[in-house]
């Protein structure tokens, strides 16, 4: 079995969970009847065992793919010697008040100029890895279930499918075939036909260019971040708002390795990341939508926060590993669960009442419960920060003083204090905040901090250095221009660059793994962000292009990046990565409103185009 690159992968999603469809027709995962349930399809670490669902077409010479504009419906055209084959998909977004399936999927396909043959297997299998369905036909639908969860196929005009089993048709132009997978989990399948189904899916369609008509950004990379927030609106489980740090689990960051974890669950710092991202192009109703999620998921383990949290807000049952199950081109173990979500990581605290405290500059006072448990946090921040902690990169080994923690503390503190303007504190509790505040402040310099080479380090006492410092001027615990930012900035380019605008966020191999990794894109944009707050904006512009460039064919990115052959790695696609996107989109905006100029547009194509294709990754 020969599985795609990662990056060949396109995202569908409905909001609930979300399917990844490679350039060949095949989709090789999805969950139902959410992002972490079993896979129904699961050969993209599962193998041929775990199922898949392929329409491809024969003698495939050239393929491209593309997103309709400003939506997360996705066409793949594929050219033969004799006809132009075009797939349409997408899952219809919003099913409520309407007699439809919990779950609507549609797959058509149209054929110009001649015939094609197609060939298609529907094989769906329950859980890694995969137990078969038992089936049955009714109104000409195919009905496959496992205990209380079923799922039916119905094709129009009908194709005869066997599950497991490959079919071959003959295409022919002017008469398209369209495929309706429909979900029921506990109550009756309702079975849909194809006219009504492509109307849902034209009405998603419209919701979405109707979504994003309601942006605002002006700046010179519009398409990146249109693009990135359909696909953060995609990781994000809407009947709670919690989002998803992926699509997938045991995708590895090092192909043949076993740096593979699961990440379908909701971090509330990449979360945050997000929450300030939709607030800076002016969409709110994303941001309360999480804060309250927030509010919800920490009532059990307040004031501590947990480093994850699942779907529903309860904390994560832990971590274990699959027997019997291949991964992704031999990457093993496959994981369930996550085990960092039992340890302590002091710089979630700051992401959290960061973006608490700009959605205050951004919508008001908070309401007096969501302010109850961020000032919970702060308390908490208060107690405990002088203990050593597994850092943002959560190091599998003993805790350390971590400086980008230290600083994160700081912000919660900092923000909190800001925050208390709005809401009545105690003095007392203020005055701790602003106690300690001052001493992490103190101590952060004094520990945190290598003279020689005016650079802020990875944890105390050691010289190395880790690229999630290059937050700093976004947390404003130096003043903008200090030589201690820059100083900062150019080592960890100099010390940690894998090549262009490439970075690893620490040596590799120092995060308690004896395995190397990819560069992490995250810390790339990170990059772009912190020259554009330091006023080098044209060079921002650059890396910030050099790195979308980078992107896969249809706009998406995983966590990391194999320098030499630019391969997509890790879980995919990365909600960390699209909101570290986003972020240094909106400040490059601001920084050149604030210079009066404007930075060269993409290359290639004019700000708010359409992105083109590139060709298939190898």
């Known amino acids: 079995m020969n599985l795609p690159d990662i990056g060949d992968y396109g995202l569908l999603g409905d909001g609930r969970t979300a399917a990844l469809?490679?350039?060949?027709?095949?989709?090789?995962?999805?969950?139902?009847?959410?992002?972490?349930?079993?896979?129904?399809?699961?050969?993209?670490?599962?193998?041929?065992?775990?199922?898949?669902?392929?329409?491809?077409?024969?003698?495939?010479?050239?393929?491209?793919?593309?997103?309709?504009?400003?939506?997360?419906?996705?066409?793949?055209?594929?050219?033969?010697?004799?006809?132009?084959?075009?797939?349409?998909?997408?899952?219809?977004?919003?099913?409520?008040?309407?007699?439809?399936?919990?779950?609507?999927?549609?797959?058509?396909?149209?054929?110009?100029?001649?015939?094609?043959?197609?060939?298609?297997?529907?094989?769906p299998r329950k859980g890694l890895p995969g137990t078969p369905p038992r089936t049955g036909h009714r109104h000409g639908t195919l009905l496959c279930s496992w205990g209380s969860l079923a799922i039916g196929l119905r094709t129009e005009p009908n194709v005869s499918v066997v599950p497991g089993?490959?079919?071959?048709?003959?295409?022919?132009?002017?008469?398209?075939?369209?495929?309706?997978?429909?979900?029921?989990?506990?109550?009756?399948?309702?079975?849909?036909?194809?006219?009504?189904?492509?109307?849902?899916l034209d009405e998603t369609d419209r919701w979405w260019r109707e979504w994003c008509r309601r942006v605002a950004y002006d700046g010179p990379f519009e398409d990146a971040v249109v693009r990135t927030l359909i696909t953060l609106r995609l990781l994000t489980y809407t009947p709670?708002?919690?989002?998803?740090?992926?699509?997938?689990?045991?995708?590895?960051?090092?192909?043949?390795?076993?740096?593979?974890?699961?990440?379908?669950?909701?971090?509330?710092?990449?979360?945050?990341?997000?929450?300030?991202?939709f607030l800076d192009v002016e969409m709110p109703d994303e941001a309360h939508s999480f804060m309250h999620w927030l509010s919800h998921a920490s009532r059990l383990t307040r004031p501590r926060l947990d480093v994850v949290y699942t779907l529903d807000g309860k904390p994560d049952r832990g971590e274990r590993e699959l027997d019997g199950v291949p991964g992704y081109r031999g990457s093993r173990p496959v994981r369930l669960g996550n085990a960092a979500s039992r340890q302590h990581q002091l710089d979630v605290y700051g992401w959290v009442l960061g973006a608490a405290e700009r959605l205050v500059r951004s919508q008001g006072p908070l309401h007096p419960e969501v302010w109850r448990a961020m000032a919970g946090l702060a308390d908490f921040v208060a107690g405990n920060w002088r203990k050593p902690d597994a850092g943002i990169w959560e190091m599998r080994g003993e805790p350390r003083h971590h400086v980008h923690s230290k600083l994160m503390g700081w912000l919660a503190l900092d923000r909190a204090v800001t925050m208390s303007g709005s809401r009545r504190v105690r003095a007392g509790r203020l005055r701790r905040w602003l106690r300690e505040r001052e001493a992490l402040?103190?101590?952060?310099?004094?520990?945190?901090?290598?003279?020689?080479?005016?650079?802020?380090?990875?944890?105390?006492?050691?010289?190395?250095?880790?690229?999630?410092?290059?937050?700093?001027?976004?947390?404003?615990?130096?003043?903008?221009?200090?030589?201690?930012?820059?100083?900062?900035?150019?080592?960890?380019?100099?010390?940690?660059?894998?090549?262009?605008?490439?970075?690893?966020?620490?040596?590799?191999?120092?995060?308690?793994?004896?395995?190397?990794?990819?560069?992490?894109?995250?810390?790339?944009f990170w990059l772009a962000d912190a020259l554009a707050r330091q006023g080098e904006i044209d060079e921002a512009g650059e890396v910030f292009e050099a790195v979308w460039q980078r992107s896969t064919s249809l706009g998406l990115f995983a966590e990391e990046m194999d320098p030499s052959t630019g391969m997509h790695l890790g879980n995919f696609?990365?909600?960390?990565?699209?909101?570290?996107?986003?972020?240094?989109?909106?400040?490059l905006s601001a920084a050149t409103r604030e210079r009066g100029s404007t930075i060269n547009p993409p290359r290639g194509r004019s700000p708010g185009a359409s992105r083109t294709p590139r060709a298939r990754e190898a």
Do not use: K
């Open 21 to 123: 469809s490679s350039s060949a027709g095949s989709i090789d995962w999805m969950c139902l009847p959410r992002f972490d349930s079993d896979p129904v399809f699961g050969r993209l670490v599962g193998g041929e065992q775990a199922g898949s669902f392929e329409i491809g077409v024969d003698g495939v010479r050239a393929t491209s793919r593309r997103y309709r504009d400003r939506s997360s419906v996705l066409e793949t055209t594929w050219t033969t010697d004799s006809a132009e084959v075009q797939l349409t998909e997408g899952m219809v977004l919003d099913v409520s008040g309407s007699l439809m399936p919990q779950l609507t999927m549609v797959r058509r396909l149209e054929a110009r100029g001649g015939e094609a043959t197609v060939r298609l297997r529907f094989d």
């Open 240 to 277: 709670s708002g919690a989002p998803v740090a992926a699509a997938t689990t045991s995708l590895p960051e090092r192909i043949g390795g076993s740096r593979n974890w699961d990440y379908r669950l909701s971090w509330p710092r990449d979360a945050s990341i997000g929450l300030s991202g």
């Open 441 to 524: 402040g103190d101590e952060i310099r004094r520990r945190g901090l290598d003279a020689h080479r005016r650079s802020y380090v990875r944890w105390y006492g050691e010289a190395e250095l880790d690229a999630s410092l290059l937050l700093l001027p976004a947390i404003g615990f130096e003043e903008p221009g200090s030589p201690r930012i820059g100083g900062t900035i150019s080592a960890i380019r100099r010390e940690l660059g894998a090549g262009g605008p490439l970075l690893y966020r620490n040596v590799p191999g120092r995060d308690g793994l004896d395995e190397g990794e990819g560069a992490f894109l995250a810390c790339s």
């Open 573 to 587: 696609p990365q909600a960390l990565t699209h909101a570290a996107l986003l972020q240094a989109a909106v400040t």
């Open 165 to 200: 089993q490959e079919r071959t048709f003959l295409l022919r132009p002017g008469t398209p075939v369209t495929f309706v997978l429909g979900l029921a989990e506990g109550e009756p399948l309702v079975l849909v036909g194809a006219d009504r189904a492509l109307r849902a």
